[in-house]
């Protein structure tokens, strides 16, 4: 008995010698976590569109498989998109009056939040061949301006500054979006158009900035919402927070943005 116990003591060290002392390696475990994808609809105020275009680059870097589609128009033209059953997820709005048509309709998801401020600047062919150098230049005879429609943001900023200052302009037309004032000019079928600054500094020297003190009357507030029903609901949550955050203020800060 003693020689089997030894025999089988034996065999036990010969093998654990074999093995190298290795033991089984534990099973393989993978991630439990979704990953995030798809594609995330965001209707965004025209004059947003240089940040918005950086901001959907650094969201699509931050979130692999995840794919940003940016609609750019007046804001007033996208609440009524909306309102008209457009999809979409978020809405980023030029000023508070259309995203408050926007909550008066319910079409919002939770509180609009406030994540930058603009003004409005003058814009002018580079060397400014009419000379402007004031809000009340734009009403002189023989210079042709352009302005956005009263509904659009710029517009209703625009009606605000000639309130405050009584410089009456008769614009040679009223384009829907800030975008259309700003191709005018720099096409040079306008000698002057009331645009935002950021609009100037993003036109990259195709139009001449002059700033005139009294846009500080007609101060823009820019909110951002989730929408209601919004396919990517949780995706949207964190594109609004993404927007509001460092990297988004980063971009929008670089074109002349004012960041709460």
């Given at each position: ?39 995330l609809t965001v209707l965004a105020a025209a004059s ?213």
């Amino acid at each position: 008995m003693r020689k089997l116990v030894v025999a089988i003591g034996s065999a036990a060290l010969l093998l654990t010698a074999c093995g190298g002392g290795q033991t089984a390696a534990a099973p393989a475990t993978t991630s439990s976590a979704p990953k995030e994808s798809g594609t995330l609809t965001v209707l965004a105020a025209a004059s947003l569109t240089t940040s918005f275009n950086k901001i959907k680059a650094d969201f699509e870097s931050a979130h692999p498989g995840v794919t940003v589609k940016l609609t750019y128009d007046g804001s007033s033209t996208l609440v009524q998109q909306i309102a008209n059953g457009a999809q979409a997820d978020v809405f980023a709005s030029a000023d508070q009056a259309n995203m408050d048509k926007a909550t008066l309709a319910s079409l919002n998801d939770g509180a609009p939040q406030l994540f930058a401020r603009n003004k409005l600047e003058i814009a002018v062919p580079p060397g400014n061949p009419k000379n402007i150098a004031t809000f009340a230049d734009l009403a002189k005879p023989g210079v042709v301006v352009v302005v956005c429609a009263d509904a659009v943001p710029c517009g209703a900023a625009a009606l605000k500054v000639e309130a405050a200052t009584g410089v009456t302009i008769s614009p040679a037309s009223k384009e829907t979006a800030v975008t259309g004032v700003l191709s005018k000019v720099e096409s040079g079928d306008a000698d002057a158009g009331l645009v935002y600054l950021t609009d100037v500094n993003s036109a990259g020297g195709k139009v001449k900035g002059v700033p005139f003190p009294e846009a500080d009357k007609a101060i823009n507030d820019y909110p951002i919402t989730v929408l209601r029903n919004a396919p990517q609901s949780a995706l949207a949550k964190e594109f609004v927070e993404f927007v509001r955050g460092e990297q988004g203020r980063r971009e929008l800060t670089a074109v002349g943005f004012q960041v709460p």
